[in-house]
């Protein structure tokens, strides 16, 4: 699955290691969701998104 996080988190100003505090996941999680090697859950998908102030759909695609 493909995914925006890298560009919505610099475009936020914020770190994989502050993505990851904020959604409560080691910051080799998001490293792996980054770089299509791990799919999320969608309850961590969510996570991600009002993290990154945006939903779910802007940020990941199939």
């Known amino acids: 699955m493909q995914n ?6 610099k475009s ?7 993505l990851a505090k904020k ?3 080691s910051r080799q999680t998001i490293n ?3 770089n299509d090697r791990y799919d ?3 309850q961590l998908a969510f996570k991600i998104a009002a993290v990154l102030n945006t939903t ?7």
């Open 4 to 9: 925006k996080i890298f560009e919505l988190r």
């Open 12 to 18: 936020a100003g914020l770190t994989q290691g502050m």
């Open 23 to 25: 959604c409560k996941v």
């Open 32 to 34: 792996a969701i980054e």
């Open 40 to 42: 999320p859950t969608l």
């Open 56 to 62: 779910v759909d802007n940020v990941f695609k199939n």
